[in-house]
């Protein structure tokens, strides 16, 4: 049996090495937001998910509102991922809280779907980890209130 959680996509980092907002970015016909957004929908249907954004100056209302779901400002801009990850623990009012950076287009449902289902153990974290061993924090769930202590 899954638990409650709440979903957060980290979009609008400085993309420094990519040279534009990743965010917007067309990946197999989608924005990386987009894609990000519909594959959490998919795999957890039931989670209230939003965008967390770096800085609400970065993209315009127009491009805000065209994510079509729920905006939050990163509480202390400019420190990176590690801050919106902060971020969606601080707004989230679940249980668990899922957190996905856009970036990562080949995330799949099965592997949100396979986490979810994790969430059931006593663990503080779920993180995958590549074959590489690898861990991707920013493709996994958190129990909110052991991180936010």
């Given amino acids: 049996m899954r638990s409650k959680f709440e979903a957060f996509i980290l979009i609008g980092g400085r993309s ?4 534009s907002d990743k965010a917007f970015a067309e990946f197999s016909g989608k924005t990386l937001a987009q894609r990000a957004a519909d594959l959490v929908e998919i795999a957890l249907p039931n989670a209230n998910s939003r965008f967390v954004i770096s800085d609400p100056e970065q993209f315009s209302p127009e491009l805000i ?5 729920p ?5 202390n801009p400019g420190f990176g991922a590690w801050s919106g990850l902060h971020t969606a623990l601080a707004y989230s009012a679940s249980e668990w809280t899922f957190v996905l950076a856009c970036d990562l287009p080949y995330v799949s449902v099965s592997l949100m779907e396979k986490l979810a289902d ?12 590549q074959r590489e061993g690898i861990l991707q924090p920013l493709c996994a769930f958190y129990r ?6």
């Fill in 144 to 149: 909110r209130d052991v991180v936010l202590r």
């Fill in 65 to 69: 509102f065209r994510l079509g779901r």
């Fill in 16 to 19: 420094s090495r990519f040279g």
């Fill in 71 to 75: 905006v939050v400002a990163d509480l």
């Fill in 118 to 129: 994790l969430t059931d153990i006593s663990a503080d974290a779920i993180v995958p980890r």
